[in-house]
């Protein structure tokens, strides 16, 4: 490519840097189009991946929410469970407290 202050003052000389920079400026724009539709691509990507996650933490957020109610039910259950025997058998809930108590005690004394 000529450089224009290396340029002779000719009209031919003229029209070869016009030239070179005409094919310049297209390479230039060729350059500018690429970018612009790589950009657009990686954009489109984005998104879609920005999609993916949001579907899946909707998925997850659904499944816990899920699996919290279900907990908290089976934790109603087991309650009521120990209520209503605690309410049939007094004394033996007495005793089963007792001695679990002692085993915990007993437990702990040996781990001091």
Do not use: W
Not at 63 to 85: F, I, P, Q
């Amino acid at each position: 490519m000529t450089d224009i202050a290396d340029a002779p003052l000719t009209a031919n000389g003229i029209d070869r840097t016009a030239n070179g920079a005409a094919a310049a400026g297209t390479k230039v724009d060729d350059i500018a189009r690429k970018l612009h539709e790589a950009i657009d691509r990686l954009t489109v990507h984005a998104n879609k991946a920005e999609q993916r996650i949001h579907d899946a933490t909707d998925s997850l957020d659904s499944l816990l929410r899920k699996s919290r109610d279900g907990a908290g039910t089976k934790a109603e259950e087991v309650s009521g469970s120990v209520s209503d025997y605690v309410n049939e058998h007094p004394v033996a809930a007495l005793g089963i407290a007792f001695g679990a108590g002692l085993l915990l005690a007993t437990l702990l004394r040996r781990n001091s």
